[in-house]
């Protein structure tokens, strides 16, 4: 039922997706009247690939998350977590309200033994069209102490191991500068811990502009700066894009190239609203959730719940439990 | 003598400077000899409009600021910064050390009354081909507390309305989101002290997809938030830029149509590298001072002198002490 346009986007994407992957189940959690009937308008499909699962509720782009939490809990997000959390769903994909998601989430799967906070992890494009670069978190935490960010090392090794195959995945720490004495208390004593464990590729500090560089396969950082760095990434790709349509607007002859670079310029310029085309997955928790972008459409849609078959396949979270036990730190919870 | 290529491009940069002002004076502190040689190969000034200051020593690239404070007193870097201090100039423009400049500026010439820290700040570019946006703190501290934002608000503001005649800058803080309850408790603190200071134009919180769009004129966050944020914007432009060169250079149409947009693309780009045309000031000291790149070329070193300029005739710092001043914030140092 989630995002701006709701089962006009989420079904057309499930359908497509059980028509690439004929062992996936999905159940669609939601408005049992309008299911169906989002459901008539489609191509053939297999109907044992489907179960409705009718829920009263749902939950509003601009619900506060402590409200969605206490009072929709016959919504379409809580019961898919619920049945993530009972077993019946081994991954959650939403379009919907991001910070209901994550705090329902947390609260319904918990994180996994020994992980102190969920992060929120996504792929970035490179200069290479062929990698990727994960980074996290992007904006699950505000605030992330070093415990914090050497376990987001640690899951964000295993996501890219896992889900892109990337043998001993280069993991940096994003900061200020590249020299050891740079950025805060909290980030160096992250760095010595990730020193002292041999099973991450740890390969030192990392700045913004070296993000799409391949340097590192994985970037970490607490969800402030994530944050910022994602959507900066979104705002100048934007405003790049609208000033490349003014410039070839400006005479006939550019006009005429403008035309013809339309595709190109389309296909160049998608992957840069990352997680528009692309799901982010909330890592650390029981059980495996991907949110998609609000205003994702149905490609995009399908896309997410690609990467949650990925992620279930993969059993990145048993990976994580495993990576973190080998790791130094594992505190009994 | 700082920057990639020393006086090879700060000559010529100074030269251009004087020949555009007749009433600025320079001096050039450094080595005799190379500044007598490089002078000796410029067109035609007036010898009037130049001083030499000799200095023995060179903060090099890679020396810790602590160093450079310490073991390089009779650097270009420290002397331009005394004579600040002693009145002798009334601006330094560096394209040196950053961090040894930073921490130099500091220690010689003082914050200013009242001001809690110095703040990098510069002006990058939006949607709007005849606006700019200023970005503080840029990297000049890694943590700032709502004391430090808010004095930050009101600088930039300052800034914004004297160097670019913005009336009513509008004020925004960078956040994770646009909604009251994000973010951190100091960003939440200085937000409702923003709104209760009259004389500032704040207009809440924004995030990094809207830095660009002309929402804002000042926008604020601590140094490294505002560091990241600078240097993916760089990153981001540069992987488009490449990308875009790759397309174009796929085939015969495309090639031509490359070889045609290519003064158009380095036009479009260049102010994407917004340090690198541009000069980055430390503000809230008891002088001026003006960061250019370490890469600057002779034109954008120009441009950091010019902006030099601008601060000393609006009379920043002066400016800034009585918006402190009517502020809520003034505690006697």
Do not use: W
Request: proline share 4%; with cysteine; charged share 20%.
């Amino acid at each position: 039922m989630g995002g701006d346009k709701g089962p006009h986007i989420t079904i057309p994407a499930a359908i497509s997706a059980i028509n690439q992957l004929p062992l996936l189940h999905l159940i669609l959690c939601g408005d049992e009247n309008i299911i169906t009937e989002e459901l008539s308008k489609q191509q053939a499909y297999k109907d044992s690939q489907i179960t409705i699962y009718p829920t009263s509720q749902v939950v509003e782009m601009d619900d506060k998350p402590a409200f969605a939490l206490r009072s929709k809990k016959d919504s379409s997000m809580r019961k898919s977590l619920d049945l993530v959390k009972s077993g019946q769903a081994q991954a959650c994909v939403s379009a919907g309200n991001t910070g209901a998601l994550f705090a329902t989430a947390h609260y319904v799967l918990k994180t996994l033994p020994g992980v102190e906070r969920p992060a929120l992890i996504s792929s970035l494009p490179t200069h290479d069209e062929e990698q990727h670069v994960f980074m996290l978190d992007l904006g699950a935490n505000v605030f992330c102490d070093s415990d914090v960010l050497y376990q987001f090392a640690i899951m964000g090794s295993v996501m890219a191991e896992e889900t892109e195959g990337i043998d001993k995945p280069k993991v940096a720490l994003l900061n200020m500068g590249e020299e050891e004495i740079k950025g805060s208390d909290h980030i160096k004593q992250t760095a010595t811990r990730l020193i002292n464990n041999k099973e991450i590729n740890y390969i030192g500090f990392i700045e913004g502009n070296d993000i799409f560089n391949n340097k590192a396969d994985v970037i970490v950082c607490d969800g402030f700066v994530g944050n910022v760095a994602l959507k900066t990434c979104e705002g100048v790709a934007r405003m790049v894009y609208n000033k490349l349509q003014l410039t070839l607007s400006r005479n006939l002859m550019t006009k005429i190239m403008g035309k013809l670079l339309t595709s190109t310029l389309k296909k160049l310029f998608k992957p840069l609203n990352p997680d528009q085309y692309n799901g982010a997955s909330l890592i650390g928790l029981r059980g495996i959730v991907v949110k998609s972008h609000g205003n994702a459409n149905s490609t995009a849609f399908c896309s997410a719940i690609l990467e949650a078959v990925k992620e279930v396949e993969r059993q990145v979270p048993e990976k994580i439990i495993t990576k973190l036990g080998s790791g130094l730190l594992v505190c009994s919870k």
